[in-house]
Antibody, heavy 120, light 110 residues
C-alpha cells in the first residue's frame, strides 16, 4: 500500500500563498490511474475536498476554492503539490493528501496531515 | 452541490452496544458513490465502507452500511473500545466531479 507524507510551512501570513508537497512512497504516482487528492479539515470541524488530479493530468477543483487553488504532480519526484493563494485565517486547517481510486469516488490511503496556520 | 447531513452529532454508548449513524443527502446519491470514514483523535480519516455497503480491506464485519437515494446508515453491531471515534460520510458527484463530506458523528463512551 502506498504511503503519503505532507510537508510544507506550518505558518503562512495572510494574503500570501500556501504551498504544500505530498511525497508518495511504495508506488508510482504516475501508474494505476488514481486520483491524487488534497483534503483539509478546519480545527475541530469536518472535511473539505479541495481538488484532485488524475495521472493523465486532468484536474478537478472544489468550486468554492477554484479561483485560488492549483495542484500539480511531479512524476520525477513522485510528489503532489498544492498552492492556495490569497490565504486568510479561514484557511487555517490540517491539510491531507490522499489517494483516490480510479474514478475519484473514494479515498483509500491518506497522509498523516499537516497543520497550516494563517497568521501575521 | 449535494449537502450531507449526519445525525446525531454525538452518540453516547457503552462497549457492546449497537451504534446506528445516519447520513442524509440533499439530493439522491448513487449507491456506488457513498462512503464512510473513521477518524480517531490525532489521526487521518481511514476508509471504512464504500459503495454504500462494501467494507474496505481489513474492516471487521461488525461494521455495515446500508441505504439508498437520500438516506444512508452506518451500523456498528457491537461497539469495541477501538470504535469510539468520529465517523464521516462522503459522496461523489460527477459532471463535473465534486466530492462532499458530512459534518461527522462522534461516537463516545457513555
Amino acid at each position: 500500500q502506498v504511503q503519503l507524507q505532507e510537508s510544507g510551512p506550518g505558518l503562512v501570513k495572510p494574503s500570501q500563498t500556501l504551498s504544500l508537497t505530498c511525497t508518495v512512497s511504495g508506488g508510482s504516482i504516475s501508474s494505476g490511474g488514481y486520483y491524487w487528492t488534497w483534503i483539509r479539515q478546519h480545527p475541530g470541524k469536518g472535511l473539505e475536498w479541495i481538488a484532485y488530479i488524475h495521472h493523465s493530468g486532468s484536474t478537478y477543483y472544489n468550486p468554492s476554492l477554484m479561483s485560488r487553488v492549483s495542484i500539480s504532480v511531479d512524476t520525477s519526484k513522485n510528489q503532489l503539490s498544492l498552492n492556495l493563494g490569497s490565504v486568510s485565517a479561514a484557511d487555517t486547517a490540517v491539510y491531507y493528501c490522499a489517494k483516490g481510486d480510479t474514478f475519484g469516488i473514494r479515498f483509500d490511503s491518506w497522509g498523516r496531515g499537516t497543520l497550516v496556520t494563517v497568521s501575521s | 452541490e449535494i449537502v450531507l447531513t449526519q445525525s446525531p452529532g454525538t452518540l453516547s454508548l457503552s462497549p457492546g452496544e449497537r451504534a446506528t449513524l445516519s447520513c442524509r443527502a440533499s439530493q439522491s446519491v448513487s449507491s456506488n458513490y457513498l462512503a464512510w470514514y473513521q477518524q480517531k483523535p490525532g489521526q487521518a480519516p481511514s476508509l471504512l465502507i464504500y459503495g454504500t455497503s462494501s467494507r474496505a480491506a481489513g474492516i471487521p464485519d461488525r461494521f455495515s452500511g446500508s441505504g439508498s437515494g437520500t438516506d444512508f446508515t452506518l451500523t456498528i453491531s457491537r461497539l469495541e473500545p477501538e470504535d469510539f471515534a468520529v465517523y464521516f460520510c462522503q459522496q461523489y458527484g460527477s459532471s463535473p466531479p465534486l466530492v462532499t463530506f458530512g459534518g461527522g458523528t462522534k461516537v463516545e463512551i457513555k
